[in-house]
């Protein structure tokens, strides 16, 4: 019964959303205030709809209804309730109900902070978002209902696949969805400025806290899911560009462009179509990587069960929202007005050269993850494009934008000169590099590597220091006014620069400096990494509620002073055929220690692997500070500031009313 | 099969060289006794005859691909074919012989499918040289464009009018701004 | 703006279109079947232990001067079960004779598989290191060879082989290669 209830909810969700994506639109062009008027609450009845439908899948998981064919192939009897909750999205068909979910919380989301937008411009927009919601349902409803019986209904589920029960899995999905979904607000955004006809610098100051937030969403997801990877999968990896990671990574580059571009358009009325464009790119980005992941058309140790039929909807479902979208930007963006002259050297232009920059970026990481599909389809050859391809050329072409980072804030808008530029920053380069070419030994062992990743670290944080003390100097006032006088945004913007530089001074040290011994030891036995000593005290056994386990105990000491116990695990879990490793991390500000248990030999003894790396967390760490710089520049005063002045100065078409 | 065994009897996977390590190593390391180990424990042994190798193994197993996986380095993977391509790995690196003839042995059998780092032939030109030609147009159109745009006439001067006006309005901005 | 300024404003969608194209030809792909390097080449040299009798050895090189069929197979691989009726049934037919590679097995379980289900090789090669499967770039048993007179590899199969595959495929180039 609610398995159905849940079925029919996203039915009329459908008939709604369907509504919502027409009428609103074709009230906006005609002036129709009434037809207007219903994208909010057309907009809210969508989102409470999916909320309900959401609410019987849960049910559904909570009450072990193995009648359902999703919780019977994703659930046991004995998965801890969070775990149940988590396996909502642990397969195809609930991850596509998250993502319709969260397409609504958004949806929500602008319904109710869009008081001072034109009506005009947020029925365009919520009408876009419904049009994206109809495809999604539809593909749903005919493809990958996740409300599906099973009849007769299974005796016990076949459990949630082991790896999924983590914390990890509560939290990285739904923060990954929040960003790559919320980049169809720009998108809205977008697309309503292309229709209305008033893409302007106000457009661009209404467009940029939603990217933002987005932005921060995503940056936040892909760090979780990174996070996790890590200590889950046993082997101390963080990062494979495996195509689904690299599916929600040219999102974010795209997005970390739009951001950029934006933030032109609202202060110099510049870059317009660019910032549509990139708009557009983003949520593209995002819809292929939703298709990558289910279409059987790439391997991937992520990749959802597959089927061509589901890919043909997709793809189709893609044509008509990318190619609308681009063919809409073809056709109107050559009337857009081109906004003020800028010189060769100038902000602008840097920041230009910054959308270039990760644009390519974008492309090539499509680029190679593509490739392969490419060849075969060609009857060419079949290849394989991996870590050892993607490492290098994505060092090339982020190094100069890296470089550019330090220069960028300094330059002035419109006009700026080099010379001037460099005369400020030439103690941060001189610092940065003469730095960079000793710290290295810091670490026992110079690396060319290290030195260059670290030069560019410290250049980007010397660069944005000279930049924030360039700015205070010119304040008056004593220095904590003068502080607190600068604009959040601004010190957002620091945050999330510097945060890069702690991603990238973590990237490279752990990349030159880590070490791994993989050894087999037996009671008593020692293992020296590093400055470490690890000593195996032997393995207790276990069960919990649905796996039984083998921990290991290491004692750790660092100059024959103690410094720790270990505990990795072997777990195997009652419905699963292979058993999962469990690594146990002992984390530090500049070191992680990280053991994982291989496989018992004979009666006493475990292959052991032991890792030590340096400085591992800065890459989290610094991903961290630019969420932290995205929520600085969310909290800034303007955004807080009323609407009601601006909101009377539009009337129902969104034309501007000047004050008589 | 539902798995309940004892890890003993998981333990009993075919494993190739380890056991053997294992066998030969630990009885003569136990014989020879530790030096200055404290009593009783002794100082792991590294898995493989040779530790180097061992490491040289691993190097370049994490970039060639596990044919049985969904996209896994042969580092990393426990399919029973990784298992059987790093013994035969580890075999051909006592023997002497370089990576490039590793990287042949396998390409010869299993095609360029087997590495990761793609090899440069005339079908990969495009992906090697794509991005950094991606980057150097891009760029070299934005400066063009630039360039154009900006050798386009000067509007001029701004009048003592706007001048006046623009004033005014920076001034009322201030007031809001306080 | 000149005439045909308006063309760069179409560039994405363009990009997007052969993108597109490109996706849909791969929906009816394969992304993890490995086509093999081997064809057209020398069948790789082996020299293995008879399955049936330790103390026979079967050679490659006395398969010259025939057409001759390799199928890789083991006790406990699933999908070897589905193609066996279809080989035992053309090994009946006598057009080729097959060659079986006992991949990564034990002698008992697979001759007790044999038995079982019927036996269509003139004999097999014991594998069971698996050393020659990866000579033959064997990675998902059942896969299936077939070599001419002189040794080279002319096709090759992965997964089972089916009737329709017999009957399309391999019975015709059975037949050139023979004339």
């Known amino acids: ?660 | 099969m539902r798995s309940r065994l004892p890890w003993s009897l998981l333990a009993q996977v075919k494993r190739v060289t380890t056991r053997w390590a294992a066998r030969v190593a630990l009885p003569v390391a136990l014989a020879l006794g530790a030096v200055s180990v404290p009593a009783g424990a002794k100082e792991a042994i590294e898995i493989g005859e040779n530790p180097v190798q061992e490491r040289h193994m691993m190097d370049l197993a994490s970039e060639l691909r596990c044919l049985q996986c969904q996209n896994q380095t042969l580092a990393e993977s426990n399919a029973p074919l990784a298992v059987d391509l790093r013994q035969q790995i580890r075999e051909m690196i006592a023997k002497g012989q370089s990576d490039e003839q590793i990287k042949q042995y396998l390409v010869a059998r299993y095609g360029d499918f087997v590495l990761y780092r793609p090899p440069l032939k005339a079908d990969t030109f495009l992906l090697w040289f794509g991005p950094p030609m991606l980057m150097v147009v891009g760029l070299a159109s934005l400066y063009l464009v630039l360039k154009r745009r900006n050798r386009r006439a000067d509007p001029g001067p701004i009048t003592t009018d706007q001048h006046e006006r623009a004033r005014q309005l920076l001034a009322g901005d201030e007031e809001n701004q306080a | 703006m000149t005439r045909f300024a308006f063309v760069r404003y179409l560039l994405p969608l363009a990009v997007f279109a052969v993108i597109a194209a490109f996706l849909y030809k791969g929906l009816w792909m394969d992304p993890r079947e490995i086509p093999s390097p081997l064809i057209g080449k020398p069948a790789p040299d082996f020299d293995l232990q008879a399955l049936e009798d330790p103390t026979r050895r079967i050679d490659r090189k006395d398969m010259l001067g025939k057409v001759w069929m390799l199928n890789a197979w083991a006790s406990w691989c699933v999908a070897c079960r589905d193609e066996h009726p279809v080989l035992v049934e053309f090994s009946h037919t006598g057009l080729v004779p097959i060659i079986g590679l006992n991949y990564k097995d034990t002698r008992r379980e697979g001759m007790k598989w044999l038995t079982e289900f019927g036996n269509p090789y003139q004999t097999s090669g014991f594998d069971d290191s698996g050393r020659v499967g990866i000579d033959y770039g064997v990675y998902a048993v059942p896969e299936t060879f077939l070599i001419d007179k002189q040794g080279v590899v002319r096709f090759k199969q992965i997964g089972p082989v089916t009737p329709d595959l017999l009957r399309n495929k391999l019975i015709p180039l059975i037949g050139r290669l023979n004339a």
């Open chain 1, 1 to 660: 019964m609610i398995a159905e209830l849940g079925h029919f909810s996203l039915m009329v969700a459908l008939a709604v959303a369907l509504v919502l994506g027409t009428l609103p639109i074709v009230g906006a062009a005609r002036g129709n205030v009434a037809w207007m008027d219903l994208a909010r609450p057309a907009a809210r009845a969508v989102f409470v709809l999916v909320v309900f439908s959401s609410a019987c899948l849960v049910a559904s998981f909570v009450r072990d209804d193995f009648s359902v064919v999703y919780v019977a192939t994703n659930s046991t009897r004995a998965l801890p309730l969070r775990y149940k909750l988590a396996a909502f999205w642990g397969g195809h068909e609930g991850s596509m109900l998250l993502w319709v979910l969260i397409l609504s919380v958004w949806m929500f989301a602008v319904s109710v902070f869009s008081r001072h937008l034109p009506k005009a411009m947020v029925a365009r927009i919520l009408a876009v978002m419904g049009l994206v919601a109809v495809g999604f349902l539809l593909f749903i409803l005919l493809t990958s209902s996740p409300f599906e019986r099973l009849i007769p209904a299974a005796e016990e589920g076949r459990d949630l696949n082991p790896l999924l029960q983590d914390p990890g899995m509560v939290a990285h999905p739904p923060m990954l969805y929040m960003g790559y979904v919320g980049f169809s607000v720009a998108f809205a955004f977008a697309i309503g400025a292309l229709l209305g006809g008033n893409l302007d610098a106000t457009w661009a100051r209404w467009s940029r806290p939603w990217t933002t937030v987005a932005w921060s969403f995503l940056t936040l997801g892909i760090c979780l899911g990174s996070a996790w990877a890590y200590y889950t999968l046993g082997w101390g990896g963080w990062w494979f560009w495996d195509p689904v990671e690299n599916a929600s990574f040219m999102p974010w580059l795209a997005g970390t462009a739009l951001m950029h571009s934006l933030a032109v358009t609202e202060k110099r009325g510049g870059f317009k179509n660019w910032t549509v464009l990139l708009a557009i790119f983003a949520f593209s980005l995002s819809l292929l990587g939703t298709f990558l992941v289910r279409s059987g058309v790439l391997t991937s140790v992520h990749s959802f069960a597959s089927d061509p039929r589901r890919g043909v909807f997709i793809l189709l479902f893609l044509g008509v929202v990318i190619g609308g979208s681009l063919s809409l930007f073809a056709w109107r963006a050559p009337k857009v007005g081109l906004g003020e002259r800028f010189g060769l050297v100038s902000r602008e232009t840097m920041l230009l050269m910054n959308n270039v920059l990760f644009l390519a970026a974008a492309g090539s990481v499509l680029l190679g993850t593509l490739f392969p599909l490419c060849l075969d389809a060609l009857g060419l050859s079949k290849i394989s494009v991996g870590p050892p391809y993607f490492d290098v050329v994505f060092v090339v072409m982020m190094t100069p934008a890296l470089f550019l980072m330090g220069i960028g804030p300094l330059a002035r808008w419109k006009q700026a000169e080099l010379p001037q530029i460099a005369q400020r920053l030439k103690w941060a380069f001189g610092v940065s590099i003469l730095t960079a070419l000793v710290l290295p030994l810091a670490m026992g062992r110079w690396s060319g590597l290290a030195a260059f990743g670290l030069c560019l670290a410290l250049w980007i944080f010397a660069a944005t220091m000279v930049n924030l003390w360039a700015r205070v100097r010119s304040l008056p006032g004593d220095l904590p006014s003068r502080l607190r006088g600068l604009p959040l945004g601004y010190y957002g913007m620091l945050c999330a620069h510097v945060g890069v530089a702690v991603f990238v001074t973590g990237v490279t040290l752990v990349k030159s400096y880590q070490t791994e011994k993989d050894v087999q030891m037996d009671v008593g036995d020692t293992v020296a990494i590093g400055p470490y000593t690890f000593q195996f005290n032997g393995i207790t056994e276990g069960n919990k509620e649905n796996y039984v386990f083998a921990k290991g105990n290491f004692a750790v000491t660092r100059d024959g002073k103690p410094a720790g116990t270990m505990e990795p695990e072997k777990r195997q879990f009652l419905a699963q055929q292979e058993p999962m490793t469990k690594a146990d991390i002992n984390r530090g500000l500049t070191r992680d220690l990280y053991v994982s248990l291989g496989e018992s030999v004979g009666k006493t003894a475990w292959t052991v692997r032991v890792y030590y790396k340096p400085f591992v967390d800065w890459i989290w760490a610094g991903c961290l500070v630019m969420v932290l710089g995205g929520i600085l520049a969310l909290s800034d005063r303007r955004y807080r500031r009323s609407r009601a002045s601006e909101s009377s100065a539009y009337d129902a078409t969104g034309t501007v009313v000047l004050p008589a």
